[in-house]
């Protein structure tokens, strides 16, 4: 290896151990809980977290299930109602949870080859034109929440 492969293999390095966590557009602890009814749609919760600047979650995709849309659900005046959210604001540094009672996905049509796997290969689209893939946790109605890693 020449010193300059070196010298910039390094300099790489550096740079990529520098950069924290919050400082790129990310998602984890993503989860699908499947519906116990056949034909009723799942849902889908997540943590976004902005990078650098403020960007819009406009859309998640996957091969493995026949629609999926985000949704908000609302209480107003003691009525709770859900509605179909175009783009979901994540600001820059910032974690955006996607949950029960909140902002979430509804996702009909989950493909058995996912249910078989425990795991939903979904794309997450951006504003920004950023599209980021993640997976999410399949599970079945009664079953734990996944124990997160220590």
Same mark, same amino acid.
């Given at each position: 290896?020449? /010193?300059?492969?070196?010298?910039? &293999? #390094? ?10 966590? @919050? ?13 116990? =009814? ?14 650098? =600047?403020? *960007?819009?979650?406009?859309?998640? +995709?996957?091969? !493995? ?7 908000? &659900? +609302? %209480? %107003? ?6 509605? /179909?959210? /175009? ?5 820059? @540094? %910032? &974690? =955006?949870?996607?949950?029960? @009672? @909140? ?6 049509? *989950?493909?058995?080859?996912?249910? /078989?796997?425990?795991?939903? &290969?979904? +794309? ?10 993640? !997976? #999410?946790? *399949? ?12």
């Amino acid at each position: 290896m020449n /010193k300059l492969s070196i010298m910039l &293999t #390094a300099s790489a390095s550096l740079l990529l151990a520098s950069c924290g966590q @919050g400082d790129f557009l990310h998602a984890d602890n993503a989860v699908v809980n499947l519906s116990p =009814v056949e034909d009723n749609p799942s849902s889908g919760y997540m943590d976004l977290h902005g990078g650098r =600047v403020d *960007v819009e979650l406009v859309g998640v +995709t996957s091969d !493995d299930v026949l629609r999926m849309e985000m949704h908000e &659900t +609302t %209480e %107003e005046d003691g009525m709770m109602s859900m509605a /179909k959210l /175009k783009s979901i604001p994540v600001p820059a @540094g %910032e &974690t =955006v949870k996607l949950e029960p @009672g @909140g902002k979430h996905l509804m996702i009909w049509g *989950v493909g058995e080859g996912s249910k /078989k796997r425990g795991l939903l &290969t979904m +794309t997450l689209i951006y504003s920004n034109d950023e599209r980021i893939e993640i !997976d #999410a946790v *399949v599970r079945k109605v009664g079953e734990p929440a996944p124990v997160a890693d220590e």
